[in-house]
């Protein structure tokens, strides 16, 4: 988890999206930066459970459970304004789920495609491991490229990315117009 309410209020659209819920630490930091309205989708059933849990009481956060290869355009087809994507769903850790692969990014990229919208926010956190098996040896370039096929106007940063006390330098790639 890299992202931080500092971080997502930089770059505020009406809806957060966010693929990998985790522990739910994106979904209360998109909260505290502003958005009205959160979507996030978790691969584990305890980790979804959990997560539900904790935000059942707030009514702009919905939470998915399933690939987020599968559940993203459900999750995006109704809506009509910019998002901001918050693309962190891979395995990491025995406390992760596994899906087919490692990490569904490509398959994300085409779904986010699909949408008519084409000026959305991406944020692509832990770019330290494209390349390596964690991201199924898919590089920044073949990334960066898919992004390009999006919108080509699209200009590509970087930000620093937190996880507890350690700073991950330039670890979050920013697709904006």
């Known amino acids: 988890m890299s992202g931080t309410a500092q971080l997502f209020s930089k770059y505020l659209n009406p809806v957060f999206v966010e693929t990998g819920t985790y522990y739910g630490a994106g979904v209360q930091q998109a909260l505290l930066a502003g958005f009205k309205d959160i979507r996030s989708v978790e691969l584990s059933e305890n980790l979804y459970k959990m997560c539900l849990e904790w935000f059942k009481k707030i009514p ?11 559940k993203l355009w459900q999750m995006i087809a109704d809506i009509n304004e910019p998002i901001t994507f918050w693309l962190d769903a891979h395995y990491s850790d ?7 692969e490692f990490s569904p990014i490509i398959k994300e990229l085409d779904i986010i495609k699909r949408h008519p919208i084409k000026t959305h926010i991406i944020l692509i956190d832990d770019i330290k491991d494209m390349g390596t098996m964690y991201f199924d040896f898919v590089t920044r370039e073949q990334v960066i490229e898919k992004i390009m096929t999006i919108n080509p106007d699209y200009t590509i940063t970087y930000e620093n990315g937190v996880h507890g006390d350690r700073i991950f330098y330039n670890d979050i790639l920013v697709a904006k117009i």
């Open 60 to 70: 702009n956060i919905r939470l998915y459970h399933g690939n987020s290869s599968e």
């Open 94 to 100: 025995s406390s992760t789920a596994k899906g087919p």
